[in-house]
């Protein structure tokens, strides 16, 4: 089993920063995938940003591309550096993780076996 605490968020303008994090413990393990969802009410929840642990590469969905930026250090933590936010980057925003799996898709949230308990971000106009 796999907890996840994610913390930050809150209330931005349009155009400020935010940021994210989320630590890890239980059993986790330097192959598992780590990354953030996003939901926004009435909408399904989508993929925002991914990075695999062991080799440090990272994947982002189009919409937040050259905004947000994902990374780890080496206590378990990931985080999401939020820069130029937009109103429709409002949402309830989930830590999500899993380990590697044959067929698993790296943006798909179905395929995803640990989640936290979500965190506000609301960006103002």
């Known amino acids: 089993q796999v907890t996840l605490v994610e913390s930050g968020g809150g209330l931005a303008q349009a155009g400020g920063s935010l940021s994210l994090s989320c630590s890890a413990s239980g059993r986790t393990s330097s192959t598992f995938h780590m990354g953030w969802f996003r939901q926004a009410p009435g909408k399904e929840r989508e993929f925002v940003a991914v990075i695999r642990w062991s080799s440090g590469d990272t994947y982002y969905a189009d919409s937040v591309k050259g905004r947000f930026t994902i990374s780890r250090d080496n206590t378990n933590t990931v985080y999401l550096q939020m820069n130029s936010l937009k109103t429709e980057d409002t949402a309830v925003y989930y830590c999500?993780?899993?380990?590697?799996?044959?067929?698993?898709?790296?943006?798909?949230?179905?395929?995803?076996?640990?989640w936290g308990q979500g965190t506000q971000v609301t960006v103002s106009s």
């Open positions: 999500a993780s899993r380990p590697p799996k044959l067929g698993a898709a790296i943006d798909r949230a179905a395929d995803y076996e640990y």
